[in-house]
């Protein structure tokens, strides 16, 4: 499975034009994408890439809103008062009512800079809305999913901020102080009256974000998801969802041999789908690069601590130099169908990939395959003793624990 880039209806500088690239540029990229990758591996499974809360102006649009905005911070996530949006004819009036807003009244919008190949800096802004089943925001969503499957003719989508059920600096992409839910509140724990009543989105488009994913699997599509499921509308429906969870630990900071530490945002994954996106070496700087295939390892190491698998993610790691190691458990971790995760491995039906020794049971008559993989990805004389029993096989493994990545096939 490869999701294609770029986004659709946002962050789509083509770097050829300078502009933003137009649904024909994006299908006629997305056909060749998908026809080149065909031909090497047919059955290979094409995504597209949306984002869940956006709603983009057109360049003109975006340059006089930002000249609009008062003071100095211009760029990032800012709060501006609404009547900033006047007469944008990019952002329709339905879309508008979509946003998130502040106690004052005020909105959010992000705001950054791209540039294409002429070097030619320009402004580029979203308006930060949320879906409901009733609002303008889930049907731009639905129709971006119908474009990507029907037009375009790849094989589901990958949605970004998919929950918008954040804590810390995500809670900006959640709660809104315009209308309320019919649930959220903030009570005086005095006096138990309630004192402010908003909207959760994540609670407010549970049942549009249900749709979106029924859209896509009832066409035999495949959808992937940035956050866990954080309502029961979502939690049984066969969607993957994982957790962009690089920011969370320091794999440069774990010792040769030692457990990884455990962080609560992963255990969001054990009556789900436990999978946690990769880690981007370079986010360390030096040290990141000279480690690189290091980093990626422990990050499996990490995932897998929590019960986890790994996807991989715009890394590419060197042949050569202090961070040069291979792909080895990246290229041996899929498909899985889970069936047993527990404290450094995941076990599956059709293999087990784990950090820590111990004997697992494989059933069937065909003698399973052992592989085993150093902390730079390289392959390894496996230590395995593989016995036939009743029923099938166990294959007792002994790993340098949290340092080894074996796999059983």
């Given at each position: 499975?490869?999701?294609?880039?770029?986004?659709?209806?946002?962050?789509?500088?083509?770097?050829?034009?300078?502009?933003?690239?137009?649904?024909?540029?994006?299908?006629?990229?997305?056909?060749?994408?998908?026809?080149?990758?065909?031909?090497?591996?047919?059955?290979?499974?094409?995504?597209?890439?949306?984002?869940?809360?956006?709603?983009?102006?057109?360049?003109?649009?975006?340059?006089?809103?930002?000249?609009?905005?008062?003071?100095?911070?211009?760029?990032?996530?800012?709060?501006?008062?609404?009547?900033?949006?006047?007469?944008?004819?990019?952002?329709?009036?339905?879309?508008?009512?979509?946003?998130?807003?502040?106690?004052?009244?005020?909105?959010?919008?992000?705001?950054?800079?791209?540039?294409?190949?002429?070097?030619?800096?320009?402004?580029?802004?979203?308006?930060?809305?949320?879906?409901?089943?009733?609002?303008?925001?889930?049907?731009?969503?639905?129709?971006?999913?119908?474009?990507?499957m029907e037009e375009c003719g790849l094989d589901g989508l990958y949605i970004d901020c998919f929950?918008?059920?954040?804590?810390?600096?995500?809670?900006?992409?959640?709660?809104?102080?315009?209308?309320?839910?019919?649930?959220?509140?903030?009570?005086?724990?005095?006096?138990?009256?309630?004192?402010?009543?908003?909207?959760?989105?994540?609670?407010?488009?549970?049942?549009?974000?249900?749709?979106?994913?029924?859209?896509?699997?009832?066409?035999?599509?495949?959808?992937?998801?940035?956050?866990?499921?954080?309502?029961?509308?979502?939690?049984?429906?066969?969607?993957?969802?994982?957790?962009?969870?690089?920011?969370?630990?320091?794999?440069?900071?774990i010792g040769e041999g030692e457990k990884p530490p455990l962080f609560y945002r992963m255990t969001?994954?054990?009556?789900?789908?436990?999978?946690?996106?990769?880690?981007?070496?370079?986010?360390?700087?030096?040290?990141?690069?000279?480690?690189?295939?290091?980093?990626?390892?422990?990050?499996?190491?990490?995932?897998?601590?929590?019960?986890?698998?790994?996807?991989?993610?715009?890394?590419?790691?060197?042949?050569?130099?202090?961070?040069?190691?291979?792909?080895?458990?990246?290229?041996?971790?899929?498909?899985?169908?889970?069936?047993?995760?527990?404290?450094?491995?995941?076990?599956?039906?059709?293999?087990?990939?784990?950090?820590?020794?111990?004997?697992?049971?494989?059933?069937?008559?065909?003698?399973?395959?052992?592989?085993?993989?150093?902390?730079?990805?390289?392959?390894?004389?496996?230590?395995?003793?593989?016995?036939?029993?009743?029923?099938?096989?166990?294959?007792?493994?002994?790993?340098?624990?949290?340092?080894?990545?074996?796999?059983?096939?």
């Amino acid at each position: 499975m490869v999701a294609v880039m770029p986004w659709l209806d946002y962050d789509n500088m083509n770097l050829v034009t300078g502009e933003l690239t137009t649904r024909d540029e994006y299908k006629q990229m997305m056909q060749e994408a998908a026809a080149a990758f065909r031909a090497v591996k047919p059955d290979i499974k094409l995504i597209g890439c949306i984002e869940s809360f956006p709603a983009q102006l057109s360049l003109d649009d975006a340059q006089t809103l930002v000249d609009r905005i008062p003071g100095s911070v211009k760029t990032g996530w800012v709060s501006i008062a609404p009547e900033l949006l006047d007469g944008l004819e990019s952002l329709p009036p339905d879309r508008v009512a979509c946003a998130l807003r502040d106690r004052e009244g005020r909105v959010l919008v992000e705001s950054y800079r791209r540039a294409g190949f002429d070097g030619v800096s320009h402004a580029m802004v979203a308006l930060v809305t949320y879906p409901t089943l009733e609002n303008a925001q889930h049907a731009t969503l639905m129709e971006q999913a119908r474009f990507l499957m029907e037009e375009c003719g790849l094989d589901g989508l990958y949605i970004d901020c998919f929950s918008f059920s954040y804590d810390g600096a995500g809670a900006i992409l959640r709660y809104s102080d315009e209308g309320w839910d019919g649930r959220t509140c903030d009570i005086d724990p005095q006096t138990g009256a309630v004192v402010l009543r908003y909207v959760d989105a994540g609670l407010a488009g549970a049942d549009a974000r249900a749709a979106l994913i029924n859209y896509v699997l009832e066409r035999g599509g495949v959808f992937v998801g940035n956050s866990y499921a954080s309502v029961k509308q979502t939690q049984s429906l066969g969607a993957f969802r994982f957790s962009e969870s690089e920011y969370n630990f320091d794999p440069l900071a774990i010792g040769e041999g030692e457990k990884p530490p455990l962080f609560y945002r992963m255990t969001g994954s054990h009556l789900g789908s436990p999978i946690g996106l990769g880690y981007r070496p370079d986010r360390l700087g030096q040290a990141g690069t000279d480690s690189y295939a290091r980093v990626m390892m422990k990050t499996i190491i990490t995932y897998l601590r929590h019960g986890a698998l790994t996807y991989h993610y715009q890394t590419e790691i060197p042949e050569t130099g202090p961070g040069a190691g291979e792909y080895g458990p990246f290229n041996h971790m899929f498909p899985m169908t889970i069936e047993r995760i527990g404290e450094g491995f995941v076990e599956g039906r059709e293999r087990v990939v784990t950090a820590v020794s111990g004997t697992f049971h494989r059933a069937g008559e065909r003698r399973p395959e052992v592989l085993m993989f150093d902390v730079t990805g390289r392959a390894i004389a496996p230590r395995a003793d593989v016995k036939q029993v009743a029923g099938g096989w166990d294959v007792e493994l002994a790993l340098q624990d949290w340092e080894n990545v074996a796999v059983i096939e």
